[in-house]
């Protein structure tokens, strides 16, 4: 019996761990969901399908999440593919604030009560 790696409904099966050759992590940081990601030049004629994919997702300013949704590949897969690009210098990452602080609750008072005032 030959083993087919084909679903009907979804066309061939494609391991993610395939697309990434094993990795499960970017080299260098990880990317965080919110990190912004934008292509900073052309695609070079060598660059995987994958990669190719990604990298058009990347040509306006769009966040790691977007950018594995707008693919339709894994969150895990998308990063991986992100760290080739970033390594290859094809792309840049801005990550978001460490943390954000909340304002004090005598500020928000005070704002509040500015509001009302008006």
Avoid: K, N
């Amino acid at each position: 019996m030959t083993e087919r790696w084909l679903d009907q409904d979804a066309g061939p099966i494609v391991r993610p761990y395939t697309v990434t050759r094993g990795r499960t992590r970017p080299t260098g940081d990880r990317f965080d969901l919110l990190a912004t990601v934008v292509a900073t030049g052309p695609a070079p004629p060598d660059l995987p399908p994958e990669h190719l994919r990604v990298l058009d997702a990347c040509r306006r300013p769009i966040s790691v999440a977007e950018a594995a949704s707008g693919t339709g590949l894994a969150v895990g897969v998308v990063r991986v593919l992100l760290g080739d690009l970033l390594d290859a210098g094809l792309l840049s990452v801005r990550t978001p604030p460490a943390s954000v602080t909340t304002p004090r609750e005598d500020l928000l008072r005070d704002v509040l009560s500015g509001l009302r005032a008006l």
